[in-house]
């Protein structure tokens, strides 16, 4: 089981970019999915968050520029990031909730993480 994120990448300020993240593996349902950014020397930060019932929440700093979607059917989260600012500068992680099969009784609940991926804005 794996998150694998793509997308990102160098951009001016007031640009747009999108990142993709898709879970694969022995998956038997996928709760809550997110995105986290962390900056050189911050601690990682909680970008904007999407429910298994399609709630979303975004930080202040985001809120009106990026949108968080998701599909369940393939098991995707997409951030599409616009107006960025030079601020927004960092790696980004995805990050899910994933209930997993298992050969133990009951299925588990996992948190997990997709490999960073940088988004540098100029100004």
């Known amino acids: 089981v794996q998150l694998q994120a793509s997308g990102g990448g160098s951009v001016q300020a007031g640009g747009s970019l999108g990142l993709s993240c898709t879970a694969s593996?022995?998956?038997?349902?996928?709760?809550?999915m997110a995105w986290y950014r962390q900056a050189p020397g911050r601690e990682r930060e909680l970008v904007a968050r999407?429910?298994?019932?399609?709630?979303?929440d975004y930080a202040d700093s985001v809120r009106g520029r990026f949108a968080i979607s998701r599909d369940n059917a393939k098991k995707m989260s997409y951030l599409q990031m616009n107006a960025l600012q030079p601020e927004d500068t960092a790696v980004y992680y995805c990050?899910?909730?994933?209930?997993?099969?298992?050969?133990?009784?009951?299925?588990?609940?996992?948190?997990?993480w997709g490999q960073g991926t940088q988004v540098t804005v100029s100004s």
């Open positions: 990050n899910a909730k994933l209930t997993v099969y298992s050969t133990g009784v009951g299925y588990p609940r996992i948190n997990y």
């Open positions: 593996g022995s998956i038997f349902s996928v709760g809550a």
């Open positions: 999407a429910a298994a019932d399609g709630f979303t």
